[in-house]
């Protein structure tokens, strides 16, 4: 059962960064009543309740890339990740490992291979195409990855919705689990909702799901943060576990930034 469940973990932990990076002005893929507008200390809010209960030039290529800067991207640290343009740091504790932005030098350093020039110059590249992950990190039971998506290059859009919109047009359905996992999967008792939360001391809204595969819990939420100086950018906190209160808990990694 624990490699079934590595496996599933990984699986939907790829395949939400890969659902990440379709947020926007779509069609909204839940029924509004299921729509939660209540404020929770927590990152999971009701869904622990329940549980408990045209094509761009090089040219404009170029100037996307020159958009994104390195404070934007992030950067990684020992043990954690600061961003200062989106105004936040993760400190994790020692459980976590920090994966790195780019395998292609396999033996190197994570921190030194992820904050290298030439990452930060692919990361962008990515960026002006859509989407790029920036950050990745697990331990045995939880999955944080963050996302940076570009609104211009995924829906010609030069800002970006509320967080709200974002998060009821984005909210991972019972389909996109399906697809992340494959054919072997046998999903029960799959709920998904958007809440408004408390995260970094500021209202924002969170897309939440949670599902049982081959009886194995999983919980997942994404917050969208759009980014206040430029809001043609956000960054999707997304997190993914298997034991709820971690899930629920995982804001506590997270500061406000300082310098």
């Known amino acids: 059962m624990r490699n079934r469940k590595d496996k599933i973990f990984a699986l939907v932990a790829a395949g939400c960064l890969c659902l990440s990076g379709l947020t926007g002005c779509g069609e909204i893929k839940m029924s509004?009543?299921?729509?939660?507008?209540?404020?929770?200390?927590?990152?999971?809010?009701?869904?622990?309740?329940?549980?408990?209960?045209?094509?761009?030039?090089?040219?404009?290529?170029?100037?996307?890339?020159?958009k994104v800067s390195n404070d934007m991207i992030g950067r990684y640290v020992s043990q954690g990740y600061e961003n200062p343009s989106f105004g936040f740091a993760i400190a994790l504790p020692d459980t976590y490992t920090l994966e790195k932005r780019t395998n292609l030098e396999l033996n190197a350093d994570t921190i030194e291979a992820s904050n290298a020039?030439?990452?930060?110059?692919?990361?962008?590249?990515?960026?002006?195409?859509?989407?790029?992950?920036v950050f990745e990190a697990e331990d045995e039971d939880t999955y944080i990855g963050l996302n940076i998506q570009n609104a211009a290059a995924l829906d010609g859009a030069t800002v970006w919705d509320e967080e709200k919109t974002i998060a009821e047009n984005s909210v991972t359905t019972e389909e996109d689990i399906k697809e992340a996992v494959g054919e072997d999967a046998q999903i029960t008792e799959f709920q998904n909702n958007v809440e408004e939360i408390t995260f970094l001391g500021e209202k924002h809204y969170a897309a939440q799901y949670t599902f049982k595969n081959y009886d194995v819990p999983f919980y997942g939420v994404t917050v969208y943060l759009v980014n206040k100086q430029d809001p043609c950018y956000l960054l999707a906190v997304n997190i993914l576990g298997s034991d709820l209160d971690a899930v629920d808990q995982a804001d506590q990694f997270f500061s406000v930034y300082t310098e």
Do not use: H, Q
């Open 32 to 66: 509004p009543d299921n729509i939660s507008s209540k404020s929770d200390d927590g990152l999971m809010g009701s869904v622990k309740e329940e549980t408990d209960a045209s094509d761009e030039s090089e040219a404009d290529a170029a100037g996307e890339e020159d």
């Open 117 to 133: 020039d030439s990452t930060y110059d692919w990361i962008r590249s990515l960026i002006a195409l859509g989407s790029a992950t």
